[in-house]
Protein backbone atom coordinates (compact mmCIF):
# COMPACT_ATOMS: atom_id res chain seq x y z
CA UNK A 1 0.00 0.00 0.00
CA UNK A 2 1.50 3.47 -0.96
CA UNK A 3 0.86 6.70 0.83
CA UNK A 4 0.79 9.84 0.13
CA UNK A 5 1.95 11.93 2.71
CA UNK A 6 1.84 15.32 0.83
CA UNK A 7 -2.17 15.69 1.30
CA UNK A 8 -4.06 14.90 4.86
CA UNK A 9 -4.14 16.09 8.34
CA UNK A 10 -0.38 15.69 9.02
CA UNK A 11 -1.10 14.27 12.90
CA UNK A 12 -2.97 11.80 11.61
CA UNK A 13 -0.70 10.95 9.01
CA UNK A 14 2.55 11.71 11.22
CA UNK A 15 0.29 8.60 14.63
CA UNK A 16 -1.00 6.25 11.93
CA UNK A 17 2.51 5.91 9.91
CA UNK A 18 4.09 6.12 13.23
CA UNK A 19 2.33 2.76 14.69
CA UNK A 20 3.28 0.28 12.61
CA UNK A 21 7.14 1.25 12.34
CA UNK A 22 6.64 1.64 16.57
CA UNK A 23 5.61 -2.20 16.93
CA UNK A 24 8.16 -3.33 14.52
CA UNK A 25 10.60 -1.79 16.54
CA UNK A 26 9.03 -3.33 19.43
CA UNK A 27 9.08 -6.67 17.89
CA UNK A 28 12.39 -6.37 16.75
CA UNK A 29 13.89 -5.23 20.07
CA UNK A 30 11.52 -8.20 21.70
CA UNK A 31 13.72 -10.92 20.01
CA UNK A 32 16.81 -9.13 20.96
CA UNK A 33 15.44 -9.01 24.18
CA UNK A 34 14.72 -12.60 24.37
CA UNK A 35 18.55 -13.02 23.41
CA UNK A 36 19.57 -12.00 26.23
CA UNK A 37 16.76 -13.09 28.35
CA UNK A 38 17.06 -16.49 27.64
CA UNK A 39 20.17 -16.31 27.99
CA UNK A 40 20.70 -14.63 31.10
CA UNK A 41 17.95 -17.14 32.85
CA UNK A 42 19.52 -20.60 31.10
CA UNK A 43 22.98 -19.90 31.07
CA UNK A 44 23.80 -17.38 33.75
CA UNK A 45 25.88 -13.83 34.43
CA UNK A 46 28.77 -14.69 32.17
CA UNK A 47 26.46 -15.85 29.32
CA UNK A 48 24.34 -12.52 29.68
CA UNK A 49 27.34 -10.27 30.04
CA UNK A 50 29.11 -11.80 26.68
CA UNK A 51 26.11 -10.72 24.64
CA UNK A 52 26.30 -7.70 26.25
CA UNK A 53 29.36 -6.78 25.53
CA UNK A 54 28.35 -7.06 21.61
CA UNK A 55 25.39 -4.51 22.44
CA UNK A 56 27.86 -1.65 20.97
CA UNK A 57 29.31 -3.70 18.29
CA UNK A 58 25.88 -4.34 17.02
CA UNK A 59 24.69 -0.84 17.28
CA UNK A 60 27.23 0.11 15.26
CA UNK A 61 27.34 -2.30 12.68
CA UNK A 62 23.09 -1.95 12.59
CA UNK A 63 23.55 1.92 12.72
CA UNK A 64 25.55 2.05 9.64
CA UNK A 65 23.61 -0.50 7.79
CA UNK A 66 20.09 1.15 9.16
CA UNK A 67 22.00 4.50 8.20
CA UNK A 68 23.04 4.16 4.98
CA UNK A 69 19.88 1.92 3.84
CA UNK A 70 18.14 5.44 4.81
CA UNK A 71 19.48 7.94 2.75
CA UNK A 72 19.45 5.97 0.49
CA UNK A 73 15.31 5.59 1.35
CA UNK A 74 15.61 9.46 1.47
CA UNK A 75 15.93 10.10 -2.31
CA UNK A 76 13.27 7.94 -2.92
CA UNK A 77 10.99 9.53 -1.03
CA UNK A 78 11.68 12.65 -2.28
CA UNK A 79 11.31 11.32 -6.30
CA UNK A 80 8.04 9.58 -4.97
CA UNK A 81 6.95 13.09 -3.66
CA UNK A 82 7.72 14.81 -6.71
CA UNK A 83 5.68 11.70 -9.11
CA UNK A 84 8.73 10.82 -10.65
CA UNK A 85 8.58 7.20 -11.28
CA UNK A 86 11.57 6.52 -13.59
CA UNK A 87 13.89 8.49 -11.02
CA UNK A 88 12.51 6.52 -8.24
CA UNK A 89 13.16 3.03 -10.32
CA UNK A 90 16.54 4.24 -11.08
CA UNK A 91 17.56 5.27 -7.43
CA UNK A 92 15.99 1.82 -6.21
CA UNK A 93 18.30 0.20 -8.85
CA UNK A 94 21.40 1.78 -7.95
CA UNK A 95 20.32 1.26 -4.19
CA UNK A 96 20.43 -2.62 -4.96
CA UNK A 97 24.50 -2.02 -5.99
CA UNK A 98 25.58 -0.72 -3.36
CA UNK A 99 23.71 -2.46 -1.02
CA UNK A 100 25.44 -5.54 -2.52
CA UNK A 101 29.18 -3.96 -2.27
CA UNK A 102 28.36 -3.18 1.10
CA UNK A 103 27.34 -6.51 1.81
CA UNK A 104 30.42 -8.01 0.89
CA UNK A 105 33.04 -5.73 2.21
CA UNK A 106 31.54 -5.41 5.87
CA UNK A 107 31.05 -9.17 6.28
CA UNK A 108 34.66 -10.04 4.89
CA UNK A 109 36.43 -7.16 7.26
CA UNK A 110 34.39 -7.24 10.56
CA UNK A 111 34.84 -10.73 10.37
CA UNK A 112 38.67 -10.62 9.83
CA UNK A 113 39.36 -8.15 12.91
CA UNK A 114 36.09 -9.35 15.17
CA UNK A 115 38.43 -10.70 18.22
CA UNK A 116 41.21 -7.39 18.10
CA UNK A 117 37.77 -5.14 18.11
CA UNK A 118 37.10 -6.81 21.26
CA UNK A 119 40.53 -6.98 23.12
CA UNK A 120 40.64 -2.84 22.47
CA UNK A 121 37.38 -2.75 24.26
CA UNK A 122 38.87 -4.34 27.56
CA UNK A 123 36.70 -7.68 27.04
CA UNK A 124 37.17 -9.71 29.74
CA UNK A 125 39.02 -13.00 29.19
CA UNK A 126 36.44 -15.03 31.07
CA UNK A 127 33.74 -13.97 28.50
CA UNK A 128 35.52 -13.41 25.16
CA UNK A 129 35.33 -16.48 23.44
CA UNK A 130 31.77 -16.62 23.81
CA UNK A 131 31.49 -13.09 22.60
CA UNK A 132 33.75 -13.58 19.52
CA UNK A 133 31.69 -16.40 18.31
CA UNK A 134 28.22 -14.68 19.14
CA UNK A 135 29.05 -11.38 16.87
CA UNK A 136 31.02 -13.45 14.60
CA UNK A 137 27.82 -15.19 13.93
CA UNK A 138 25.86 -12.22 13.54
CA UNK A 139 28.58 -10.37 11.11
CA UNK A 140 28.20 -13.40 9.10
CA UNK A 141 24.31 -12.90 8.33
CA UNK A 142 25.12 -9.11 7.56
CA UNK A 143 23.57 -9.41 4.09
CA UNK A 144 20.57 -10.74 5.10
CA UNK A 145 19.89 -7.63 7.61
CA UNK A 146 21.36 -5.20 4.40
CA UNK A 147 18.66 -6.66 2.54
CA UNK A 148 15.69 -6.50 4.87
CA UNK A 149 16.62 -2.44 5.92
CA UNK A 150 17.26 -1.87 2.18
CA UNK A 151 13.25 -3.28 1.28
CA UNK A 152 12.07 -1.95 4.41
CA UNK A 153 13.38 1.67 3.32
CA UNK A 154 11.59 1.20 -0.06
CA UNK A 155 8.42 -0.02 1.35
CA UNK A 156 8.57 3.36 3.59
CA UNK A 157 10.07 5.67 1.03
CA UNK A 158 6.29 4.85 -0.93
CA UNK A 159 4.56 5.70 2.85
CA UNK A 160 3.77 2.20 3.45
CA UNK A 161 4.86 1.35 6.93
CA UNK A 162 2.89 -1.47 7.29
CA UNK A 163 4.68 -4.17 5.38
CA UNK A 164 8.08 -3.81 6.90
CA UNK A 165 5.97 -4.90 9.88
CA UNK A 166 3.72 -7.78 9.00
CA UNK A 167 7.35 -9.76 8.13
CA UNK A 168 9.43 -8.79 11.42
CA UNK A 169 6.58 -9.84 13.34
CA UNK A 170 6.71 -13.15 11.84
CA UNK A 171 10.51 -13.10 12.06
CA UNK A 172 10.30 -11.99 15.95
CA UNK A 173 8.23 -15.31 16.92
CA UNK A 174 10.56 -17.53 14.60
CA UNK A 175 13.43 -15.93 16.90
CA UNK A 176 12.03 -15.95 20.40
CA UNK A 177 11.16 -20.31 19.51
CA UNK A 178 14.65 -20.47 18.00
CA UNK A 179 16.31 -19.19 21.25
CA UNK A 180 14.70 -22.08 22.95
CA UNK A 181 15.41 -24.58 20.80
CA UNK A 182 19.22 -24.14 20.06
CA UNK A 183 19.65 -22.83 23.68
CA UNK A 184 17.77 -24.80 25.95
CA UNK A 185 16.92 -28.34 23.48
CA UNK A 186 20.18 -28.03 20.72
CA UNK A 187 22.81 -26.87 23.91
CA UNK A 188 24.70 -24.54 21.54
CA UNK A 189 25.38 -21.97 24.33
CA UNK A 190 25.40 -18.16 23.08
CA UNK A 191 25.94 -18.88 19.87
CA UNK A 192 22.53 -20.57 19.26
CA UNK A 193 21.30 -17.40 20.16
CA UNK A 194 22.91 -15.58 17.21
CA UNK A 195 22.45 -18.46 15.00
CA UNK A 196 18.17 -18.08 15.74
CA UNK A 197 18.54 -14.19 15.11
CA UNK A 198 20.43 -14.82 11.68
CA UNK A 199 17.94 -17.33 10.79
CA UNK A 200 15.08 -15.15 11.89
CA UNK A 201 16.39 -12.07 9.73
CA UNK A 202 16.92 -14.45 6.45
CA UNK A 203 13.27 -15.23 6.92
CA UNK A 204 12.06 -11.78 7.24
CA UNK A 205 14.12 -10.42 4.59
CA UNK A 206 12.84 -13.50 1.60
CA UNK A 207 9.52 -12.72 2.49
CA UNK A 208 9.34 -9.31 2.39
CA UNK A 209 11.32 -9.14 -0.96
CA UNK A 210 9.02 -11.15 -2.94
CA UNK A 211 6.30 -9.30 -0.81
CA UNK A 212 7.72 -5.74 -2.73
CA UNK A 213 8.95 -7.46 -5.96
CA UNK A 214 4.81 -8.70 -6.41
CA UNK A 215 3.17 -5.68 -4.91
CA UNK A 216 4.46 -2.95 -6.32
CA UNK A 217 4.24 -2.10 -10.07
CA UNK A 218 5.67 1.34 -9.42
CA UNK A 219 8.95 -0.45 -9.13
CA UNK A 220 9.08 -3.14 -11.53
CA UNK A 221 12.08 -2.41 -13.56
CA UNK A 222 11.62 -1.43 -17.28
CA UNK A 223 14.36 -2.40 -19.76
CA UNK A 224 17.36 -0.50 -20.09
CA UNK A 225 17.04 0.72 -16.89
CA UNK A 226 19.79 -1.50 -14.94
CA UNK A 227 22.65 0.65 -15.91
CA UNK A 228 24.88 1.79 -13.48
CA UNK A 229 25.31 5.87 -12.74
CA UNK A 230 28.35 6.94 -10.81
CA UNK A 231 26.43 10.33 -10.67
CA UNK A 232 23.25 8.27 -9.09
CA UNK A 233 25.61 6.53 -6.68
CA UNK A 234 27.45 9.06 -5.65
CA UNK A 235 24.15 11.37 -4.77
CA UNK A 236 22.75 8.03 -2.70
CA UNK A 237 26.14 8.17 -1.37
CA UNK A 238 26.14 11.70 0.09
CA UNK A 239 22.65 10.82 2.00
CA UNK A 240 23.78 6.98 2.79
CA UNK A 241 27.45 8.05 3.92
CA UNK A 242 26.60 10.67 6.50
CA UNK A 243 23.57 8.94 7.88
CA UNK A 244 25.78 5.80 8.32
CA UNK A 245 28.47 7.71 9.59
CA UNK A 246 26.54 9.51 11.70
CA UNK A 247 25.25 6.51 13.63
CA UNK A 248 28.96 4.68 13.75
CA UNK A 249 29.67 8.17 15.25
CA UNK A 250 27.77 7.77 18.38
CA UNK A 251 28.43 3.86 17.74
CA UNK A 252 31.88 4.99 18.95
CA UNK A 253 31.33 6.57 21.83
CA UNK A 254 29.34 3.96 23.25
CA UNK A 255 32.05 1.84 22.37
CA UNK A 256 34.04 4.46 25.00
CA UNK A 257 31.75 3.60 27.17
CA UNK A 258 31.19 0.17 27.29
CA UNK A 259 35.37 -0.05 27.52
CA UNK A 260 34.43 1.69 30.59
CA UNK A 261 31.90 -0.49 32.49
CA UNK A 262 34.16 -3.67 30.96
CA UNK A 263 36.61 -2.69 33.45
CA UNK A 264 34.17 -3.14 36.11
CA UNK A 265 33.44 -6.57 35.85
CA UNK A 266 30.85 -9.13 35.21
CA UNK A 267 28.20 -7.94 36.90
CA UNK A 268 28.53 -4.62 35.77
CA UNK A 269 28.62 -5.36 32.15
CA UNK A 270 25.33 -7.72 32.66
CA UNK A 271 23.77 -4.97 34.81
CA UNK A 272 24.39 -1.97 32.00
CA UNK A 273 23.26 -4.53 29.84
CA UNK A 274 19.90 -4.83 30.92
CA UNK A 275 19.50 -1.43 31.38
CA UNK A 276 20.40 -0.25 28.38
CA UNK A 277 17.96 -3.30 26.59
CA UNK A 278 14.91 -1.56 29.04
CA UNK A 279 16.02 2.12 28.45
CA UNK A 280 15.85 1.02 24.20
CA UNK A 281 12.38 -0.48 24.92
CA UNK A 282 10.81 2.21 26.66
CA UNK A 283 11.93 5.44 24.07
CA UNK A 284 11.25 3.34 21.13
CA UNK A 285 8.47 5.72 19.92
CA UNK A 286 11.48 8.41 19.27
CA UNK A 287 12.98 6.23 16.29
CA UNK A 288 9.93 5.27 15.37
CA UNK A 289 9.10 8.88 15.19
CA UNK A 290 11.94 9.98 13.63
CA UNK A 291 11.89 7.32 11.11
CA UNK A 292 8.23 8.68 9.96
CA UNK A 293 9.34 12.45 10.04
CA UNK A 294 12.22 10.93 7.59
CA UNK A 295 9.16 9.76 5.27
CA UNK A 296 7.04 12.38 5.81
CA UNK A 297 9.42 15.74 5.00
CA UNK A 298 10.66 13.43 2.15
CA UNK A 299 8.02 13.84 0.76
CA UNK A 300 6.87 17.32 1.19
CA UNK A 301 10.36 18.46 0.42
CA UNK A 302 9.82 16.65 -3.13
CA UNK A 303 6.55 18.26 -3.83
CA UNK A 304 7.11 21.62 -1.87
CA UNK A 305 5.23 22.07 0.59
CA UNK A 306 7.18 23.87 3.43
CA UNK A 307 4.57 24.56 5.77
CA UNK A 308 3.32 21.04 6.25
CA UNK A 309 7.10 20.31 7.31
CA UNK A 310 7.25 22.84 9.82
CA UNK A 311 3.39 21.54 11.16
CA UNK A 312 5.20 18.13 11.58
CA UNK A 313 7.84 19.04 13.27
CA UNK A 314 5.97 20.93 15.56
CA UNK A 315 3.13 17.91 16.49
CA UNK A 316 5.90 15.57 16.78
CA UNK A 317 7.83 17.77 19.26
CA UNK A 318 4.79 17.66 21.74
CA UNK A 319 3.93 14.22 21.41
CA UNK A 320 7.69 13.83 22.06
CA UNK A 321 7.94 15.84 25.17
CA UNK A 322 5.27 14.20 26.73
CA UNK A 323 6.30 10.67 26.29
CA UNK A 324 9.80 11.56 27.25
CA UNK A 325 8.44 12.75 30.98
CA UNK A 326 6.21 9.57 31.04
CA UNK A 327 8.70 7.14 30.08
CA UNK A 328 11.48 8.83 32.17
CA UNK A 329 9.26 8.44 35.49
CA UNK A 330 8.49 4.70 34.55
CA UNK A 331 11.82 3.69 34.13
CA UNK A 332 12.82 5.86 37.22
CA UNK A 333 10.78 3.94 39.63
CA UNK A 334 10.24 0.09 38.17
CA UNK A 335 13.70 0.01 35.52
CA UNK A 336 15.85 -1.52 38.28
CA UNK A 337 12.91 -3.64 38.74
CA UNK A 338 12.88 -4.70 35.36
CA UNK A 339 15.96 -5.74 35.55
CA UNK A 340 15.50 -9.18 37.07
CA UNK A 341 13.75 -10.32 33.62
CA UNK A 342 17.15 -11.10 32.53
CA UNK A 343 19.04 -12.73 35.06
CA UNK A 344 18.64 -14.35 38.60
CA UNK A 345 19.32 -11.84 40.90
CA UNK A 346 19.49 -13.32 44.71
CA UNK A 347 21.70 -10.01 46.06
CA UNK A 348 20.09 -7.35 44.81
CA UNK A 349 23.41 -6.29 42.99
CA UNK A 350 22.10 -6.36 39.16
CA UNK A 351 18.99 -3.86 40.68
CA UNK A 352 20.92 -1.53 42.33
CA UNK A 353 23.33 -0.71 39.42
CA UNK A 354 20.36 -0.47 36.84
CA UNK A 355 18.06 2.19 39.64
CA UNK A 356 21.57 3.88 39.69
CA UNK A 357 22.21 4.16 36.00
CA UNK A 358 18.33 4.89 35.21
CA UNK A 359 18.20 7.94 38.03
CA UNK A 360 20.96 9.39 35.80
CA UNK A 361 19.59 9.06 32.89
CA UNK A 362 15.64 9.10 33.14
CA UNK A 363 15.29 13.09 33.47
CA UNK A 364 16.66 13.34 30.24
CA UNK A 365 14.51 11.20 27.62
CA UNK A 366 12.70 14.43 26.05
CA UNK A 367 16.19 15.54 24.64
CA UNK A 368 16.79 12.39 23.78
CA UNK A 369 13.92 11.89 21.87
CA UNK A 370 14.33 15.42 20.20
CA UNK A 371 17.53 14.38 18.73
CA UNK A 372 15.13 12.07 16.61
CA UNK A 373 12.77 14.54 15.56
CA UNK A 374 15.68 17.09 13.79
CA UNK A 375 18.08 14.92 12.82
CA UNK A 376 15.39 13.18 10.58
CA UNK A 377 13.67 16.09 9.64
CA UNK A 378 17.42 17.58 8.22
CA UNK A 379 17.59 14.26 6.89
CA UNK A 380 14.25 14.40 4.82
CA UNK A 381 15.02 17.60 3.46
CA UNK A 382 18.03 16.21 2.15
CA UNK A 383 21.15 17.79 4.79
CA UNK A 384 23.02 14.46 5.76
CA UNK A 385 25.96 16.48 7.02
CA UNK A 386 24.69 18.33 9.58
CA UNK A 387 23.03 14.91 11.29
CA UNK A 388 26.12 13.53 11.39
CA UNK A 389 27.85 16.45 12.92
CA UNK A 390 25.20 15.94 15.51
CA UNK A 391 26.68 12.48 16.08
CA UNK A 392 30.04 14.02 16.39
CA UNK A 393 29.14 16.13 19.59
CA UNK A 394 27.67 13.03 20.91
CA UNK A 395 30.88 11.54 20.55
CA UNK A 396 33.05 14.40 21.97
CA UNK A 397 30.50 14.66 25.08
CA UNK A 398 31.19 10.93 25.63
CA UNK A 399 34.63 10.76 25.38
CA UNK A 400 34.88 13.91 27.51
CA UNK A 401 32.71 12.83 30.28
CA UNK A 402 33.87 9.53 30.69
CA UNK A 403 37.45 9.91 30.76
CA UNK A 404 36.62 13.08 33.40
CA UNK A 405 34.38 10.95 35.60
CA UNK A 406 34.36 7.69 35.73
CA UNK A 407 37.54 7.18 37.62
CA UNK A 408 36.00 9.41 40.49
CA UNK A 409 32.50 8.54 40.29
CA UNK A 410 32.62 5.24 38.97
CA UNK A 411 29.65 3.72 37.38
CA UNK A 412 27.52 7.07 37.61
CA UNK A 413 29.97 8.74 36.07
CA UNK A 414 29.63 6.43 33.07
CA UNK A 415 25.63 6.49 33.28
CA UNK A 416 25.58 11.07 33.24
CA UNK A 417 27.54 9.92 29.58
CA UNK A 418 24.30 9.63 28.37
CA UNK A 419 22.60 12.83 29.41
CA UNK A 420 25.32 15.08 28.39
CA UNK A 421 25.78 13.16 24.93
CA UNK A 422 21.53 13.60 24.29
CA UNK A 423 21.91 17.09 24.99
CA UNK A 424 25.29 17.72 23.28
CA UNK A 425 23.72 16.36 19.74
CA UNK A 426 21.21 19.05 20.04
CA UNK A 427 23.68 21.84 19.91
CA UNK A 428 23.93 21.76 15.94
CA UNK A 429 20.58 20.29 15.06
CA UNK A 430 18.42 23.27 16.61
CA UNK A 431 19.61 25.80 15.16
CA UNK A 432 20.53 24.65 11.67
CA UNK A 433 16.74 23.35 11.74
CA UNK A 434 15.91 26.98 12.31
CA UNK A 435 18.47 28.60 9.51
CA UNK A 436 17.23 26.29 7.23
CA UNK A 437 13.74 26.44 7.26
CA UNK A 438 13.87 30.49 6.86
CA UNK A 439 16.03 29.67 4.03
CA UNK A 440 13.96 26.84 2.25
CA UNK A 441 10.71 29.84 2.86
CA UNK A 442 12.45 31.94 1.02
CA UNK A 443 13.18 30.08 -2.00
CA UNK A 444 9.77 28.99 -2.57
CA UNK A 445 6.91 31.28 -3.51
CA UNK A 446 4.49 31.46 -0.98
CA UNK A 447 1.51 29.53 -3.25
CA UNK A 448 4.01 26.92 -3.08
CA UNK A 449 5.13 27.13 0.86
CA UNK A 450 1.43 27.21 1.56
Known sequence: MQNDMT?????????????????????????????????????????????????????????WVTGMTGGFGILLAQSFGAGDEKRLRHYTVMSLY??????????????????????????????????AGYIGIIYAGLPVTIAYNMLSSVSRSLGDSRTPLIFLIISSVLNIILDIVLITVIPLGVRGAAYATVIAQV???????????????????????WGFSWASAGRLLMMGLPMGLQFSITAIGTMMVQAAVNLLGA??????????????????????????????????????????IRQGVRITQVITIIAGIVCGLAVFIWGGTASRLFV?????????????YFHATAWCYPFLGSIFIYRNTLQGMGDGLVPMLGGVFELAARGIM?????????????????????????????????????????????????
Do not use: H
Not at 119 to 131: G, S
Not at 344 to 356: F, L, Q, S
Open 7 to 63: KGSPLRLIVFFTIPVLLGNIFQNVYNLMDSIIVGRFLGVNALAAVGATGTLTFLVFG
Open 98 to 131: LCVAMAVLMTAGLLLVNRGILKLMNTPDTILDDT
Open 267 to 308: TYIAAFSAGGKICNIVTLLFPSLGVTLATYVGQNMGAGKIKR
Open 344 to 356: ADPTGEIKAICDE
Open 203 to 225: VSAVACFFYVKKKYEILKIRKGE
Open 402 to 450: VTVLAAPLGFLGISLCDPGAWISALIPLVPVYIMRMKKITKTYSSAEVE
